[in-house]
Every structure is written in structure tokens, then in C-alpha cells.
């Protein structure tokens, strides 16, 4: 058990709202990620973290902006929610002492747009 | 850049028949391989994986061998159980930075008494 945890673990909400989703470990990780699931497509990266204030784009970043200012917490905010961001959003830890970039994942946040 | 490429599902199995999942890649260097399997509800769980050509992950009587020659990772279990219905992703991390793992479109497994 990675110790991550996901809130709110669902949600519903309106076009043009903003939301916050927060990811939280507790096993002092660096890199940390987010990542959305959609039928067809599998797991997309959104943004990726490699530390406090570090973070970078993923392959659909768009819409989507992060933050993290403690090592535990990583956010995703959708500045302006759209239907076309409802999905299962899964946050990610790495652990390193493992090596070779295995991935434990939280229980995941469902959003829906309407 | 990198990519993973498994079969479609869903794919439908009666109980004790045997399993194979195809996956195959594309990266540069050399990557360690996953696969990962999500039941309903939950969070994706490392299944089994494989850091280098001819290595053999298992795990819960699953197992995949590392071809490098035919870039694939295929996913194998002999007698199948109504509780290993679940969704199976193959997975691929190259050796650069940042840690980054790329999935592939998922497997959609059931399992039928």
C-alpha cells in the first residue's frame, strides 16, 4: 500500500466551473502524476510532478493546470470545467526504491460535467 | 515516441480456459514492461513486470516474457477463474527521465462459471 488517497472521490459539477482535485501520500514520493481514464483510450498522462514546484505538461494538459507546494500533495484544477472532461481521474505515485518506474495508483476521482 | 498496442476486448472466457493477452510496443532504448489489472471500481494494481529481454514476470498464475525480438509482452495464464474478470493494461517505462510510463488501451476480461 502506497498511502495515496484521492478527494473527493466523485463528483458532479457544471460546464464553466472550476475544479480541484487533491492527491495525497504519505510516503514522502517525488514524482507523482495525473492521469485521466476514458473508454478506448486507457491512460492518458495529464501532468506529471518530479518535486515541490516541479512539474510538467503531459500528452493532454489541456484545460488542466497543477500544483505542488508540499512533497504529500499534488493537485489537478480544471480552470473551466467542460463535457469533454468527465472521465475517472487516477493519481500515481513512483517508488523509487523499487526502481524501474512501477507505479501505484490511488483509487481514483469520477467527475461528471454536465 | 512510445507506444503499446494490445488486443481489443472484450474478451470472454469460461472458467479454466486458458489466457493470452497480445501486447506489443514501440520505444526507444530499453524499457521495462508491466501489466497492470483493474477490477471494478478500483484503483489499476501492478500485476507483474519485466526489466530486460528473456525475463519472465508471474505473479497469481499470470506470466509475460520480455521478447525484445518481436517487441511483445504477451500475457498468459493457464486456467482462469471468474475472479480474475477484470481490465488488464500493458504497460511499457523507457529509461529516461521523469519516471513516466506509457499504458495501452486496455483488456476487458470475463469470465463465465
Known amino acids: 500500500d502506497a498511502g495515496i488517497t484521492q478527494s473527493p472521490r466523485h463528483k458532479v459539477t457544471e460546464t464553466g466551473t472550476p475544479v480541484t482535485l487533491r492527491c495525497h501520500q504519505t510516503?514522502?514520493?517525488?514524482?507523482m502524476y495525473w492521469y485521466r481514464q476514458d473508454p478506448g483510450h486507457g491512460l492518458r498522462l495529464i501532468h506529471y510532478?518530479?518535486?515541490?514546484?516541479?512539474?510538467d505538461k503531459g500528452e493532454v494538459s489541456d484545460g488542466y493546470s497543477v500544483s505542488r507546494s508540499k512533497t504529500e500533495d499534488f493537485l489537478l484544477t480544471l480552470e473551466s470545467a467542460t463535457s469533454s472532461q468527465t472521465s475517472v481521474y487516477f493519481c500515481?505515485?513512483?517508488?523509487?526504491?523499487?526502481?524501474?518506474?512501477?507505479?501505484?495508483f490511488g483509487p481514483g476521482t469520477r467527475l461528471t460535467v454536465l | 515516441g512510445n507506444s503499446v498496442t494490445q488486443m481489443e476486448g472484450p474478451v470472454t472466457l469460461s472458467e479454466e480456459a486458458f489466457l493470452t493477452i497480445n501486447c506489443t510496443y514501440t520505444?526507444?532504448?530499453?524499457?521495462?514492461l508491466f501489466w497492470y489489472v483493474q477490477y471494478p471500481g478500483e484503483g489499476l494494481q501492478l500485476l507483474l513486470k519485466?526489466?530486460?529481454?528473456?525475463d519472465k514476470g508471474s505473479n497469481k498464475g499470470f506470466e509475460a516474457t520480455y521478447r525484445k525480438e518481436t517487441t511483445s509482452f504477451h500475457l498468459e495464464k493457464g486456467s482462469v477463474q471468474v475472479s480474475d474478470s477484470a481490465v488488464y493494461f500493458c504497460?511499457?517505462?523507457?529509461?529516461?527521465?521523469?519516471?513516466?510510463?506509457?499504458f495501452g488501451t486496455g483488456t476487458k476480461l470475463q469470465v463465465i462459471p
Open positions: 510516503e514522502n514520493h517525488r514524482y
Open positions: 500515481a505515485i513512483n517508488e523509487e526504491n523499487k526502481g524501474h518506474n512501477e507505479q501505484f
Open positions: 504497460a511499457l517505462s523507457d529509461s529516461g527521465g521523469y519516471q513516466k510510463v506509457t
Open positions: 520505444a526507444t532504448g530499453y524499457p521495462s
Open positions: 510532478s518530479y518535486g515541490v514546484k516541479d512539474t
Open positions: 519485466a526489466t530486460k529481454a528473456d
